[in-house]
């Protein structure tokens, strides 16, 4: 990480984590390790291109390590690092405020 990083922490999240891909693989690899395939079928509409690159910048940043086995054909497996699993409680946070907020909606729409 030899970028600038900003001093706000909720800038800092937001820089690290603040596009609803890098946000899905997390919430997907919060599960465990999971393989290329398994996490662009699970996040649905991601492109292979959009999907590598978040993977990588989250990777850069620290927040999972990628495994590469050398068989035929290739495997590559992505697993979320001690930092990567403290952001668990903000993405409960988020799951919560979602819900609350999507019950808030269904009420007004009755």
């Known amino acids: 990480m030899c970028r600038q990083l900003p001093d706000c922490p909720v800038e ?3 820089v690290l984590i603040g596009n609803k891909w890098k ?3 997390l919430r997907d690899l919060m599960d465990g390790t999971k393989r290329f395939g ?3 079928k699970s996040i649905g509409s991601v492109s292979q291109k959009v ?4 993977l990588r910048e989250l990777e850069n940043d620290g927040l999972l390590t990628r495994h590469a086995y050398a068989e035929v054909p290739p495997r590559v497996e992505y697993t979320l690092t001690e930092t990567g699993y403290s952001l668990r409680s903000v993405l409960e946070a988020m799951h919560i405020w979602g819900d609350k907020y999507k019950k808030k909606l269904s009420g007004l729409s009755q």
Do not use: A, M
Request: proline share 0%; no cysteine; hydrophobic share 55%.
């Open 12 to 14: 800092l999240t937001i």
């Open 23 to 25: 946000v899905l693989i």
């Open 38 to 40: 398994e996490l662009r």
């Open 51 to 54: 999907l590598t690159s978040n």
